[in-house]
């Protein structure tokens, strides 16, 4: 070997780790390789072997014979300590229980309760891994019978409720009732249920997949020997938050209710605000590995029923492991995923969601999440707040108008001013010309660099105060507005005129009430200040009309988002600005309710008496 060879050998051998065979654990080497190495040995031992006599060379050759035999036999896990006669007869009893699991098929989804409790506690443990997975409880028993039954419960500890358990299942079953009660197998179950378990909901099930979604959502699991059935009762239980006050919606005149993470309180308050017999629930379990139940609310003599099963098919059409929240299913169901404004209505109050059930929408609410999908959703909807119905119709178009304006500065402001300043000096006064021209002496950057780098200063000074905790928050956002606006003025790195643009374009952000919708109008105006620098006010015209057809262009489960404007459709008094509660009498057309006519001609049926002006 040369000095080569051998200086590559070690450095190889300083890089790649090699472990040794001695170590416990698997030898994971290939049939190919193990037969080359032993016959390798094979011929270093011959050649020992002729210097040996002959009576010892004729062991040593039956001696390598046994090894070189047992060389191929599969890798097996090379043990240090031997097992203990409890753990031989723990691996034992496992390799048992395999054997009797393999003679019947062990899928959940084709696994039937079977009438031996010792089969299916020992189905249980291989499906929850007992006694690894510690917050699986299984608690033997026996039912006080005549004579008394072996059975034992399944529940998660911290999903279901244990006073439940201890006061409405293990109580009852294990206190004697009837001592000349005589049931046989095929009745025990039912029997169980109608006279010992006094819980409201109460199941006799037969299949393991049905079986496991109870127990993996809080229920609990029966099983008695000689039962070929399973008794699941509801004990839900876990801890939740308590109905809170909206976080990002918030009124001050109109109720102050917002959604939580449990479905059930969250359907609770729907049903609780809408007291109509018509108001359907409906679940679906979405998520493989989760399965978490997506309940979509509607009014069924209302809503239109094309509506509600394209809402269906979509929803039970998603093939995935895990759906979180709304916001992850939003994205399964939506039209156009890459366009930046969204198609569907995210909001955290009930009373939204109420008011537009009575509008024929559907309503799509994730298990575990605080918000709600509303279905179809347009532009105008996205835009106006609850608010708007809560006060008079005056102050309520005057936030509507304000709203408006605060759009269009959000979006184009910042590339108004790049624009006037780089190509349209002549559209300004001269007197604010000169003072523009006069704050941008000592800056020596160009105007697009100055925009760009205040609108990522200012978005990350509100990321900050949205991810750090409250009272840190409120502070950053001070320190970053006024502090470092100030230092960057007095240093010459941007004019002072720029970041009056800046806040009043972050002020104007603030008042559109949809999160999203918010998003897309702030991602946008980037792309219109850099059609300004380029192009100016024809950049920006043609940034609009691109903007308006690609609007135009989207829908939202088939309703067209600018509906009712384009296309023009009938519809009542509230799409930019609103009329007076009594006349909106019509729903809209492009949802094709059910019933079109929200109330009579005449609805303050007071005036009807009114003779002379005065009410009879």
């Not at 919708?517 to 105006?525: E, L, T, V």
């Amino acid at each position: 070997m040369s000095f080569f060879q051998q200086l590559r050998k070690k450095i190889t051998n300083l890089i790649v780790f090699d472990e040794g065979k001695e170590q416990e654990g698997f030898l994971l080497v290939s049939e190919k390789e193990n037969g080359d190495q032993e016959r390798q040995e094979g011929k270093k031992s011959k050649q020992k072997e002729k210097k040996k006599s002959n009576k010892q060379g004729k062991a040593d050759k039956n001696k390598q014979f046994r090894v070189k035999k047992e060389a191929f036999k599969k890798p097996v896990r090379v043990s240090k300590t031997p097992l203990s006669l409890a753990e031989q007869r723990e691996k034992n009893k496992e390799k048992n229980m395999e054997k009797s699991m393999k003679k019947e098929p062990f899928f959940p989804e084709k696994l039937f309760v079977s009438s031996s409790l010792e089969v299916n506690k020992g189905y249980l443990e291989k499906i929850y891994s007992l006694p690894k997975n510690k917050d699986i409880i299984l608690r033997e028993f026996y039912i006080a019978l005549h004579p008394p039954l072996k059975a034992f419960v399944l529940f998660i500890d911290g999903l279901a409720e244990k006073e439940i358990i201890n006061n409405s299942i293990l109580k009852p079953l294990m206190v004697l009732l009837d001592e000349e009660a005589k049931i046989e197998g095929s009745e025990i179950a039912e029997y169980i249920k109608e006279h010992l378990l006094p819980g409201h909901d109460v199941q006799v099930l037969e299949k393991y997949q049905q079986i496991l979604d109870w127990v993996n959502y809080g229920g609990t699991a029966i099983f008695i020997e000689g039962c070929a059935q399973c008794l699941v009762v509801e004990t839900k239980g876990w801890d939740k938050r308590a109905v809170g006050k909206p976080e990002v919606e918030q009124v001050i005149m109109g109720p102050h209710e917002a959604f939580n993470e449990t479905l059930r309180s969250n359907t609770g308050l729907i049903r609780k605000a809408l007291r109509n017999e018509n108001l359907i629930t409906e679940m679906v379990k979405v998520g493989s590995r989760n399965k978490i139940d997506v309940a979509i609310m509607y009014l069924e003599d209302l809503t239109n029923p094309q509506l509600i099963a394209e809402v269906k098919r979509r929803i039970t059409s998603i093939k995935t492991d895990y759906v979180g929240v709304s916001g992850v299913l939003e994205q399964f169901i939506e039209d156009e995923p890459f366009r930046l404004s969204p198609q569907i209505l995210t909001t955290e109050r009930p009373d939204r969601v109420v008011s537009f059930l009575v509008e024929g929408h559907v309503t799509v609410i994730v298990d575990g999440g605080p918000q709600a999908l509303i279905v179809p959703a347009t532009l105008f909807s996205l835009l106006h707040s609850s608010e708007d119905y809560y006060l008079r119709m005056p102050y309520g178009n005057f936030l509507r108008i304000l709203r408006v304006f605060a759009l269009f500065i959000a979006i184009l402001t910042p590339s108004i001013y790049v624009s006037i300043v780089t190509f349209h000096q002549e559209m300004i006064p001269t007197e604010l010309l000169l003072a523009i021209a006069a704050s941008r002496a000592t800056v020596p950057f160009p105007t697009i660099f100055e925009v760009f780098a205040m609108e990522f200063a200012f978005e990350l000074i509100r990321e900050a105060g949205v991810r750090v905790p409250g009272v840190i928050g409120n502070t950053i956002g001070i320190v970053g507005a006024l502090i470092l606006g100030q230092a960057a003025v007095q240093a010459g790195i941007v004019s002072p005129i720029l970041i009056i643009i800046i806040a009043i374009t972050g002020l104007a952000s603030f008042a559109i009430p949809n999160y999203s919708i918010s998003f897309a109008f702030r991602g946008r105006r980037f792309i219109f200040t850099i059609l300004a620098a380029f192009f100016g006010f024809f950049g920006i015209s043609g940034g609009l009309f691109l903007f308006l057809l690609s609007l135009v262009n989207m829908k939202s489960f088939g309703v067209p988002f600018l509906a009712p404007i384009s296309p023009k459709t009938k519809t009542g008094p509230d799409v930019v600005l609103r009329g007076p509660v009594w006349s909106m009498e019509e729903r809209v057309d492009y949802l094709d309710p059910l019933e079109r006519s929200r109330q009579p001609n005449i609805s303050r049926g007071w005036i009807k008496n009114r003779r002379g002006g005065r009410a009879k």
